[in-house]
């Protein structure tokens, strides 16, 4: 429990510091929130911006999840681009925002 409360935590802080950038540095912030990924043989580039649409707005579950999600990426495959297909999320955390964005990054 710890732990996803340090999460959540992290996620927040995460948000209100990208909400509070001023233009230029929130898309540097956005450009480092990015993930490529390959849907099968076309590269996305997909944005944390994109995932707040497909989701409706931005919440600590959906900036803590698609960060979760690039981390995991970064850590499995270095730094091969993966495809779509090979990822699969077991959680249950019941949070929309973070099924939003497996969701969104996986579709």
């Given at each position: 429990?710890?732990?996803?409360?340090?999460?959540?935590?992290?996620?927040?802080?995460?948000?209100?510091?990208?909400?509070?950038?001023?233009?230029?540095?929130?898309?540097?912030?956005?450009?480092?929130?990015?993930?490529?990924?390959?849907?099968?043989?076309?590269?996305?580039?997909?944005?944390?911006e994109d995932a707040e649409k497909y989701h409706g707005d931005i919440c600590p579950c959906l900036v803590m999840g698609f960060r979760t999600i690039q981390l995991a990426i970064r850590e499995l495959w270095k730094d091969t681009i993966p495809e779509k297909n090979y990822l699969k999320l077991i959680s249950k955390y019941p949070g929309y925002g973070l099924q939003d964005a497996f969701e969104y990054i996986t579709r």
């Amino acid at each position: 429990m710890k732990n996803i409360a340090g999460l959540i935590i992290l996620a927040s802080v995460l948000f209100h510091y990208l909400m509070s950038c001023n233009t230029g540095a929130r898309d540097t912030v956005s450009e480092s929130l990015s993930i490529d990924i390959y849907d099968e043989e076309n590269l996305l580039k997909l944005s944390l911006e994109d995932a707040e649409k497909y989701h409706g707005d931005i919440c600590p579950c959906l900036v803590m999840g698609f960060r979760t999600i690039q981390l995991a990426i970064r850590e499995l495959w270095k730094d091969t681009i993966p495809e779509k297909n090979y990822l699969k999320l077991i959680s249950k955390y019941p949070g929309y925002g973070l099924q939003d964005a497996f969701e969104y990054i996986t579709r």
